[in-house]
């Protein structure tokens, strides 16, 4: 069964900060991985997908990574702004539909 | 483009009445997806149609919980009765190509 751990749960930072989040998967027979940011009280927003077959994927200061082998994912946040603040969630496709992990929640300090 | 749209937003019912929630998929999506969302959790697949046809329903509580997707379009979930334990956002969601889902806002339901 597919399990997605992230990594921390929360974190805390000053503005204008470079900053990683970590998500990892138990099973590396995936189709891709989805990136995703979530506000309170507010559903879902796409920020990045990558294909099984890519290893990377960029949208403006965001840099998502993939290491099917060693399953994990990093997503990589450049110089943060407050606006920056939410909860992110990372989710793999495999056999079955996404499969989410808990989320980090992201604090942007002004 | 408009997006994945879910009515209503909140909820608020009392124990053992009936609920359901609507969505309207983005347009040409033919796959649809209903999540659950506990408060500090990810989601959880409940149903996922492909087209009008449910080709994932192993999560859904069969006993309280329906859906339907007439026409491969439009969907609706629906917990009859509903139980304390069911409050919690339920999200809808589709996706097109690459299996990129897209989601909706969710409704917020509290069983009272």
């Known amino acids: 069964k597919q399990e997605v751990t992230q990594i921390p749960a929360a974190l805390s930072v000053p503005e204008g900060e470079n900053l990683v989040l970590n998500c990892s998967f138990t099973d590396s027979a995936i189709y891709n991985l989805q990136w995703f940011r979530q506000d309170p009280g507010k559903g879902l927003t796409s920020l990045l997908l990558i294909q099984s077959s890519q290893r990377e994927q960029t949208s403006g200061r965001l840099n998502a990574s993939l290491d099917k082998s060693s399953g994990r994912s990093t997503l990589y946040i450049a110089a943060s702004q407050p606006g920056d603040s939410a909860t992110y969630l990372c989710?793999?496709?495999?056999?079955?539909?996404?499969?989410f992990g808990k989320g980090t929640r992201l604090s942007v300090i002004a | 483009e408009a997006g994945v749209v879910q009515s209503p937003r909140y909820k608020i019912i009392e124990k053992k009445q009936p609920v359901a929630f609507w969505c309207n998929p983005i347009s040409g999506h033919n796959t649809l997806y209903w999540y659950l969302q506990n408060l500090g959790q990810g989601p959880e697949l409940l149903i996922r149609y492909e087209n009008e046809e449910a080709v994932d329903d192993s999560q859904l509580p069969k006993d309280r919980f329906s859906a339907e997707r007439l026409k491969g379009v439009d969907s609706t979930l629906k917990i009859q009765p509903a139980e304390l334990g069911d409050s919690a956002v339920y999200l809808c969601?589709?996706?097109?190509?690459?299996?990129?889902?897209?989601f909706g806002p969710g409704t917020r339901l509290t069983v009272l």
């Open positions: 969601a589709s996706s097109g190509q690459y299996n990129e889902q897209f």
């Open positions: 989710a793999v496709t495999a056999l079955l539909p996404l499969v």
